[in-house]
């Protein structure tokens, strides 16, 4: 069962590297590219490139906007007429923080995908063990019976 897991899995991330897989005599696009932050106009806060510290650059986006908002929250008390800069500062690491979150999104998918599979595997083991001790119970009871109806024949034949 593990081998057909692991096959299924090497499968899919084999389609999803060529770029497409057929289905049902159709090609099907796997390229979901997210297009990058400067792409889309956005200045990007955080360092370029495939080697991105996910988690270090998620924790110090979060805690920069805690600052922003606290400083927002400062500026709308102090001096209101000029909320609109630290608005907009809000809005760019907010749109850094979703484009971070959207760029992990095929790990989280094949990383789910995973989980479903081994639970279903555990579902499959676990079915299986019930269908031996059922299988079990059964030719227990057959022998309990094929006994009592010899034990019942052998006292027809005493009489």
């Not at 499968?11 to 590297?17: A, D, E, L, N, V």
């Not at 770029?19 to 400067?38: A, E, H």
């Not at 080697?51 to 986006?61: A, G, V, Y």
């Amino acid at each position: 069962m593990h081998l057909i897991v692991v096959w299924v899995i090497e499968w899919w991330r084999c389609r999803w590297r060529c770029g497409y897989f057929v289905s049902v005599k159709r090609k099907l696009q796997t390229d979901d590219i997210l297009p990058s932050l400067g792409d889309q106009g956005v200045h990007q806060l955080y360092p370029k490139g495939p080697n991105i510290d996910f988690t270090k650059e998620l924790r110090s986006l979060n805690r920069e906007l805690q600052l922003h908002i606290l400083e927002l929250a400062d500026i709308l008390v102090e001096r209101p007429s000029q909320y609109a800069r630290r608005v907009e500062d809000i809005s760019l690491i907010f749109k850094n923080l979703h484009h971070l979150l959207n760029s992990l999104r095929p790990h989280q998918a094949r990383a789910t995908l995973i989980h479903i599979l081994e639970l279903q595997i555990q579902r499959c083991k676990q079915a299986v063990e019930d269908i031996k001790r059922r299988i079990e119970e059964a030719r227990r009871l057959l022998k309990e019976s094929i006994g009592t109806l010899e034990d019942t024949n052998a006292s027809f034949v005493l009489k």
